[in-house]
Nanobody
Framework: QAQLVESGGGLVQPGGSLRLSCAASGFRLDYYGIVWFRQAPGKEREGVAVIDSVTATTLYNDDVKGRFTMTRDKAANTVYLQMNSLEPADTAVYYC?????????????????????WGQGTQVIVSS
């Protein structure tokens, strides 16, 4: 069964770091753009970062630019989101999503409706 599984969330103090993983099973990520969204309580799901399906070009939400880095490991069939200098405003459930043949340079940041497959989410809490 094709699925995405996120991991790596948890409780961290402000200024700390976490690395989220998005592992695919049942299908290859090679031809998929992968996007990270997050959803805080009472708020809409917002895009955080996206990586191109072919070139590994990345795009980031202005709120996380310079603090978050998205990478992909094709051999592991996994995408990562390294989150540094975390702030309480980063507290949310983080979801990864797969979009077939997403070209970041052409289409920019995807919307929720563009995502074809979602993971179950992983909770990130930034608090002292």
């Amino acid at each position: 069964q094709a699925q995405l599984v996120e991991s790596g969330g948890g409780l961290v103090q402000p200024g700390g770091s976490l690395r989220l993983s998005c592992a695919a099973s049942g299908f290859r990520l090679d031809y998929y753009g992968i996007v990270w969204f997050r959803q805080a309580p009472g708020k809409e799901r917002e895009g955080v970062a996206v990586i191109d399906s072919v070139t590994a070009t990345t795009l980031y939400n202005d709120d996380v630019k310079g603090r978050f880095t998205m990478t992909r490991d094709k051999a592991a069939n996994t995408v990562y989101l390294q989150m540094n200098s975390l702030e309480p405003a980063d507290t949310a459930v983080y979801y990864c999503g797969a979009i077939h043949s997403w070209n970041v340079m052409t289409w920019g940041f995807p919307t929720v409706d563009d995502v074809g497959r979602w993971g179950q989410g992983t909770q990130v809490i930034v608090s002292s």
